[in-house]
């Protein structure tokens, strides 16, 4: 199968399946053998189409007469993305490849359609102007963002930092990796994967970040070797806001994937213990499978839901407590760009009553004198400082963390408001994130 017809696959799986980009991907490639080259053009379309959506659906609609089925939507917008934005395709290639994909799903005459809609679309006196006349309105158009979602922003954050964070999200994610400190520090680990065909920088953050500028690191020895885990550098921040001693005892109970749980389980080493919860079989399966190749050991996961900590733990049994819960995503738009029109906005309202019970159970777990940290991977004030605040004023026994921000690297400085942190994609090419640390005040 060629490279278009794996995208166009994939693609089905993420609009029509409601599967993530990244799963969608990896499962075409485990069934398709492409080249390198080709799993990169795959890539390239099913993100590009999907952070573009909305505007590649504006420029397409002037050629629809009457219903037009989801697939010949997807193969349409997944075709006029290569031809605007692919300078390396041929736009005949790319039409007459979905013209192909057309008639072998539907029949010579979709093909015809498709092929008519598509030469009508790229000829002529080009792309249809975006003409809305409100400046959020047209916004959601040009940067493909739902216009709730851009009002949301703009009430919470403003003019200025609602455009830059439009503009960031449809900018493609570098992988990012954190190197296993146990085993390696982050310059070596950089000339390892350079001697095995990837290049990369470090992070702008954290002293273990590695960016990849090129090249494949899931493929190289030191991958096998666990000498790292594929994490953005703002997921990092969490482990480094609550920095366990060595030897500690720490409870993470939204663990999945288990990123954070492997950061801290570095700190505490092999003296202490990361207990790992979270409420899925599949996804305690890969926080064993990931902690098996890293060769750590003292990360003790389980299924538990956070509610229900009390069937395992005493009260107070813990002097670190990470609660890295359950949120909209709105953070993570450039990894997962279809995030953006699965949402809605009862959706946020509903996630963040979950919030609210699951940092306040997870709570009684912590010891006097302990510290807690709270994070999301989203950008919405009701789920992060709101969140926060309400804890704060119905639980007197804590308080935000005056250490907090001592602990953090030196350029976030003027990213902390009233004691909490908050990044955006914009602010240093991350994901967008908060992060808050909590102490609770001994007897």
């Not at 006349?133 to 940067?143: G, H």
Request: charged share 25%.
């Amino acid at each position: 199968m060629d490279a278009r017809s794996v995208a166009f696959q994939a693609l089905l799986m993420v609009r029509v399946e409601g599967a993530y980009s990244n799963e969608a991907l990896q499962k075409v490639f485990s069934e398709h053998q492409l080249s390198a080259l080709d799993k990169g053009l795959v890539t390239e379309i099913v993100y590009g189409t999907l952070t573009h959506e909305q505007l590649l659906d504006h420029w397409l609609q002037p050629y629809f007469q009457g219903r037009v089925k989801v697939w010949i939507r997807i193969l349409l917008a997944m075709t006029l993305y290569q031809v605007v934005y692919l300078e390396k395709i041929p736009s005949y290639a790319a039409i007459d490849g979905a013209v192909e994909i057309a008639k072998g799903r539907g029949g010579a005459f979709n093909g015809k359609t498709v092929n008519a809609i598509l030469r009508k679309a790229t000829s002529g006196d080009g792309l249809r102007e975006v003409d809305e006349q409100e400046e959020l309105n047209r916004w959601a158009i040009e940067y493909s963002h739902p216009e709730w979602l851009i009002r949301l922003w703009h009430a919470q954050f403003g003019h200025v930092r609602t455009f830059e964070m439009l503009r960031a999200n449809n900018k493609r994610a570098k992988m990012v990796l954190r190197a296993h400190s146990r085993l390696i520090d982050r310059d070596e680990l950089m000339k390892q994967l350079a001697s095995e065909g990837v290049t990369c920088i470090p992070g702008r953050l954290c002293e273990t970040a590695v960016v990849i500028t090129s090249g494949n690191p899931l493929t190289t020895h030191a991958f096998k070797a666990g000498l790292f885990y594929v994490q953005d550098e703002a997921s990092m921040l969490p482990a480094m806001a609550l920095s366990p001693k060595v030897g500690a005892h720490v409870l993470d109970v939204c663990a999945a994937p288990g990123g954070k749980a492997f950061h801290l389980a570095e700190m505490v080493g092999e003296h202490g213990v990361v207990h790992a919860h979270d409420i899925y079989d599949h996804k305690i399966a890969r926080i064993k499978e990931n902690a098996k190749r890293l060769g750590i050991h003292h990360v003790e996961a389980s299924i538990c839901s956070a509610l229900e900590l009390h069937h395992i733990y005493e009260p107070e049994s813990f002097d670190y407590l990470l609660v890295d819960a359950p949120c909209s995503g709105l953070g993570i738009m450039r990894r997962h760009p279809e995030v953006k029109f699965r949402k809605k906005p009862e959706d946020l309202d509903a996630i963040i009553s979950i919030q609210k019970a699951i940092l306040a159970n997870s709570a009684a777990f912590l010891k006097p004198g302990g510290r807690l940290v709270y994070s999301t991977c989203t950008v919405n004030k009701k789920e992060n400082q709101r969140q926060v605040e309400t804890f704060l004023k119905e639980n007197k026994g804590f308080e935000l963390d005056p250490s907090f921000e001592g602990r953090m690297p030196a350029r976030l400085k003027p990213h902390f408001e009233q004691g909490m942190l908050q990044l955006f994609p914009q602010d240093f090419e991350t994901d967008g994130f908060f992060v808050a640390s909590l102490v609770k005040l001994k007897k």
